[in-house]
């Protein structure tokens, strides 16, 4: 099992910059893909981005594409999203997750998950 701590939410500007990062402890975090996930309040938990197991190439909702960069430093053991250019619908909780699925966008297929980590993007 993995345990996953977010830090890094807060408010912040339209137009402005947060880095999400997100601290797994237990077994090696290199075991698992991770991904970062959004949710606000009446809606459905939605994929922000995700990447495999090795550190590299990240795969994005389009919404986030150009603006968001997912990373991960295995040595670490932890998870990062750098969130620029903020628009006032990013506003939610993020979440990161691990699971075993490569590729996978679905919140079902990621086992382990964090507490959440409030974004606020004002106007």
């Known amino acids: 099992q993995v345990q996953l701590v977010e830090s890094g939410g807060g408010l912040v500007q339209t137009g402005g910059s947060l880095r999400l990062s997100c601290a797994a402890s237990?077994?090696?975090?290199?075991?698992?893909?991770a991904g970062w996930f959004r949710q606000v309040p009446g809606k459905e938990r939605e994929f922000v981005a995700g990447m495999g197991r090795a550190e590299g190439i990240g795969d994005y909702h389009d919404s986030v594409k150009g603006r968001f960069a997912i990373s991960r430093d295995n040595a670490k053991r932890t998870l990062y999203l750098q969130m620029n250019s903020l628009k006032s619908e990013d506003t939610a909780t993020y979440y990161c997750?691990?699971?075993?699925?490569?590729?996978?966008?679905?919140?079902?297929?990621?086992?382990?998950w964090g507490q959440g980590t409030q974004v606020t993007v004002s106007s």
């Open positions: 237990g077994a090696p975090f290199s075991w698992y893909v």
């Open positions: 997750a691990a699971g075993r699925r490569d590729g996978s966008r679905l919140s079902v297929e990621y086992d382990y």
